[in-house]
């Protein structure tokens, strides 16, 4: 592990003064996507240029950098002084990932004892504090190549860490570590074309709620529980509205209501989070949804894609019923429930950014968009580099938006309407995760490691 100390004592003293232990700071990465599940970290300065891989010269701009064990797409929260990751690790041997694109629907040979392990580390040195096994034993379902066995990131709130593995449980935990309680949620194989894909949704958490979405194609569920005890508070059926996704429940607070807003094909929903009733529904395009639903500028921005259609709809909360736009809807913007929409444009695997005025949403083709986030103007579409394929999830500080690649290179691009990439920063691995941001320090995960860069 390397440490590069200067100025970054001045940075933990900061947050340990302004953060009690597990308190709510508002400079916390908490959860996937960070504050309000923007993907926004304003406030401090935040480094454009770095270098983390040795092997293509002097390591500049990492604070440290430390292994992580096991194979995991989970991306890292942060909390006061506390990293929280989560990871499967093989009992027998290095599990494998495919990397690079072209990746065939195939299961991974992966079944094998496991470990589902959850990780806290020490922000200033990256020093693991604890690690816990909250199950072991032969997975209940298979995984793409691409995936791994523990794709979900940690969700934190209060004192409670809360980390679902889809058919290995849901598990929450405290802030040292000590288990508070468990719930098996029974085998969730998020398949197509018969393989099971593997489970991706992370936990959303509201108050002392918390919405889990489990699309198996043979029994699709939403369900909401108890963070206090995990006990079930209401539970609805997805059949004939999903077949299978993997995006994480966005909770949105508005007016008079608060809602579960989740991505599905060939429904998107939006729940009522206090007894599960129906708010909306939109008919979805893209047959494999991965994006997050995430609110902007007081609306509800939703995309997805593979298939036919490529969509993005920007919704008003207070919507009522089936808002699906129809092609007059869209021609001449009569629906007052889609702000705009398009059929053409939105992203596959990785959630987009809202940033200022623009949207901006990243391709496993490389490709970067952006939409005037409030009328829906096509502004650019340009490609990052080659070899570029992004399928973490954009995030954005500082006039900046962040692009971790699959061929383990991070484009930094200015924001605004020009298209301007400021920096392509080798890591030195391929990444998969979405990073954190907190207080000007960038947390990276790639395939092996864990890093901060400063």
Same mark, same amino acid.
């Given at each position: 592990?390397?440490?590069?100390?200067?100025?970054?004592?001045?940075?933990?003293?900061?947050?340990?003064?302004?953060?009690?232990?597990?308190?709510?700071?508002?400079?916390?990465?908490?959860?996937f996507r960070g504050p309000a599940n923007s993907g926004v970290a304003d406030g401090y300065p935040v480094r454009?240029?770095?270098?983390?891989?040795?092997?293509?010269?002097?390591?500049?701009?990492?604070?440290?950098?430390?292994?992580?064990?096991?194979?995991?797409?989970?991306?890292?929260?942060?909390?006061?002084?506390?990293?929280?990751?989560?990871?499967?690790?093989?009992?027998?041997?290095?599990?494998?990932?495919?990397?690079?694109?072209?990746?065939?629907?195939?299961?991974?040979?992966?079944?094998?004892?496991?470990?589902?392990?959850?990780?806290?580390?020490?922000?200033?040195?990256?020093?693991?504090?604890?690690?816990?096994?909250?199950?072991?034993?032969?997975?209940?379902?298979?995984?793409?190549?691409?995936?791994?066995?523990?794709?979900?990131?940690?969700?934190?709130?209060?004192?409670?860490?809360?980390?679902?593995?889809?058919?290995?449980?849901?598990?929450?935990?405290?802030?040292?570590?000590?288990?508070?309680?468990?719930?098996?949620?029974?085998?969730?194989?998020?398949?197509?074309?018969?393989?099971?894909?593997?489970?991706?949704?992370?936990?959303?958490?509201?108050?002392?709620?918390?919405?889990?979405?489990?699309?198996?194609?043979?029994?699709?569920?939403?369900?909401?529980?108890?963070?206090?005890?995990?006990?079930?508070?209401?539970?609805?059926?997805?059949?004939?509205?999903?077949?299978?996704?993997?995006?994480?429940?966005?909770?949105?607070?508005?007016?008079?209501?608060?809602?579960?807003?989740?991505?599905?094909?060939?429904?998107i929903v939006s729940y009522d989070l206090t007894t599960g009733d129906e708010f909306w529904r939109i008919r !979805?395009? #893209?047959?494999?949804?991965?994006?997050?639903?995430?609110? %902007?500028? /007081?609306? *509800? $921005?939703?995309?997805?894609?593979? =298939?036919?259609?490529?969509?993005?709809?920007?919704?008003?909360?207070?919507?009522?019923?089936?808002?699906?736009?129809?092609?007059?809807?869209?021609?001449?913007?009569?629906?007052?429930?889609?702000?705009?929409?398009?059929?053409?444009?939105?992203?596959?695997?990785?959630?987009?950014?809202?940033?200022?005025?623009?949207?901006?949403?990243?391709?496993?083709?490389?490709?970067?968009?952006?939409?005037?986030?409030?009328?829906?103007?096509?502004?650019?579409?340009?490609?990052? !580099?080659? #070899?570029?394929?992004?399928?973490?999830?954009?995030?954005? %500080?500082? /006039?900046? *938006? $962040?692009?971790?690649?699959?061929? =383990?290179?991070?484009?930094?691009?200015?924001?605004?309407?020009?298209?301007?990439?400021?920096?392509?920063?080798?890591?030195?691995?391929?990444?998969?995760?979405?990073?954190?941001?907190?207080?000007?320090?960038?947390?990276?995960?790639?395939?092996?490691?864990?890093?901060?860069?400063?």
């Amino acid at each position: 592990m390397t440490l590069h100390r200067e100025c970054f004592i001045l940075f933990v003293c900061a947050t340990v003064a302004s953060t009690a232990f597990g308190g709510a700071d508002p400079t916390d990465w908490p959860n996937f996507r960070g504050p309000a599940n923007s993907g926004v970290a304003d406030g401090y300065p935040v480094r454009s240029v770095w270098n983390a891989d040795a092997q293509a010269g002097n390591v500049e701009g990492v604070l440290w950098q430390t292994e992580v064990p096991g194979l995991s797409h989970s991306s890292p929260v942060v909390v006061g002084n506390r990293i929280f990751l989560a990871t499967a690790i093989a009992g027998d041997g290095k599990a494998q990932l495919k990397v690079g694109r072209g990746g065939r629907p195939d299961a991974a040979d992966d079944n094998g004892q496991q470990s589902w392990v959850v990780l806290c580390y020490d922000t200033l040195t990256g020093t693991e504090l604890w690690r816990q096994t909250a199950h072991h034993g032969r997975p209940r379902a298979t995984r793409h190549v691409k995936a791994t066995h523990a794709n979900t990131s940690v969700s934190v709130a209060g004192n409670d860490v809360l980390v679902f593995f889809g058919s290995e449980g849901l598990h929450c935990y405290d802030l040292e570590g000590k288990l508070k309680w468990s719930r098996d949620l029974g085998v969730i194989n998020i398949s197509k074309y018969g393989i099971g894909w593997g489970y991706a949704s992370s936990p959303a958490i509201h108050g002392n709620r918390i919405a889990i979405v489990c699309d198996d194609p043979d029994d699709p569920f939403v369900v909401v529980l108890r963070l206090s005890d995990g006990e079930e508070v209401w539970r609805v059926s997805r059949k004939d509205i999903c077949e299978r996704s993997w995006g994480t429940p966005f909770i949105h607070s508005h007016a008079d209501r608060t809602q579960v807003v989740v991505n599905g094909w060939p429904w998107i929903v939006s729940y009522d989070l206090t007894t599960g009733d129906e708010f909306w529904r939109i008919r !979805g395009g #893209g047959d494999n949804p991965v994006p997050t639903p995430f609110e %902007a500028h /007081g609306m *509800i $921005y939703v995309t997805n894609a593979h =298939g036919a259609q490529s969509p993005i709809y920007v919704v008003q909360p207070d919507a009522t019923g089936d808002i699906s736009p129809s092609e007059e809807d869209k021609d001449k913007g009569s629906n007052p429930s889609i702000v705009w929409s398009t059929t053409r444009g939105g992203s596959y695997m990785s959630t987009p950014v809202v940033y200022g005025d623009y949207l901006y949403l990243g391709n496993s083709n490389g490709i970067l968009r952006c939409f005037h986030a409030l009328t829906g103007e096509r502004v650019y579409e340009r490609r990052l !580099g080659a #070899g570029a394929s992004i399928l973490s999830s954009l995030v954005a %500080a500082e /006039g900046k *938006i $962040y692009c971790p690649s699959e061929n =383990g290179t991070v484009y930094v691009v200015a924001a605004g309407p020009e298209f301007n990439v400021l920096a392509r920063n080798k890591m030195g691995q391929p990444c998969f995760a979405t990073p954190a941001i907190s207080q000007g320090v960038l947390f990276f995960r790639t395939t092996e490691s864990l890093l901060a860069i400063k």
